[in-house]
T-cell receptor, first 111, second 109 residues
Framework: EPEVTQTPSHQVTQMGQEVILRCVPISNHLYFYWYRQILGQKVEFLVSFYNNEISEKSEIFDDQFSVERPDGSNFTLKIRSTKLEDSAMYFCASSPRTEAFFGQGTRLTVV | GENVEQHPSTLSVQEGDSAVIKCTYSDSASNYFPWYKQELGKRPQLIIDIRSNVGEKKDQRIAVTLNKTAKHFSLHITETQPEDSAVYFC????????FGTGTRLQVFP
């Protein structure tokens, strides 16, 4: 069964550094998302991406964040100048239209 | 924007009993309501969903009901088993999923 895959599974970075989280969505899906889950809290919407552009973004998704689909398969989330409060699990999801399927997540730890 | 409330935050039941988790949403335009199960350290897994043109949907031991007028939807798990223990999230969607705060379900043998 096709799955959304994310790399790395765990990333430790120093405060102020840039990180890139990578996702390979399910191949025939058209809609891509990034979500964040701070430990023990709910899953929060960051950004949605369709037709090679951002379709919607949340208040969390400020100028520190950017997304790209650099080729036909990868979907990346870049966080510039990371802060301690960026520490969380970041989930990528893809969808053919409404059902969203999540990757296994990247645990980002900012120290 | 959409806001989803979920109750209870924790729920403990004896194996074999039923469990009910309730959610309310604020945006009447939302038309898709999935439920996700998340085991510790793992990804949210879609377990059942319902669309706004349907009032109830059942899949073996789990069922979901939707009351569009009241903007309520609920997850029902019957004959609970220890492996049902997890955090359950409801979500409401028009074009993106907005999640509830989660319910930690513990099923005791």
């Amino acid at each position: 069964e096709p799955e959304v895959t994310q790399t790395p599974s765990h990333q430790v970075t120093q405060m102020g550094q840039e990180v890139i989280l990578r996702c390979v969505p399910i191949s025939n899906h058209l809609y891509f998302y990034w979500y964040r889950q701070i430990l023990g809290q709910k899953v929060e919407f960051l950004v949605s991406f369709y037709n090679n552009e951002i379709s919607e973004k949340s208040e969390i998704f400020d100028d520190q964040f950017s997304v790209e689909r650099p080729d036909g398969s990868n979907f990346t989330l870049k966080i510039r100048s990371t802060k301690l409060e960026d520490s969380a699990m970041y989930f990528c999801a893809s969808s053919p239209r409404t059902e969203a399927f999540f990757g296994q997540g990247t645990r980002l730890t900012v120290v | 924007g959409e806001n989803v409330e979920q109750h209870p935050s924790t729920l403990s039941v004896q194996e074999g009993d039923s469990a009910v988790i309730k959610c309310t949403y604020s945006d009447s335009a939302s038309n898709y309501f999935p439920w996700y199960k998340q085991e510790l350290g793992k990804r949210p897994q879609l377990i059942i969903d319902i669309r706004s043109n349907v009032g109830e949907k059942k899949d073996q031991r789990i069922a979901v009901t939707l009351n569009k007028t009241a903007k309520h939807f609920s997850l029902h798990i019957t004959e609970t088993q220890p492996e049902d223990s997890a955090v359950y999230f409801c979500a409401a969607s028009l074009d993106k999923l907005i999640f509830g705060t989660g319910t930690r379900l513990q099923v005791f043998p």
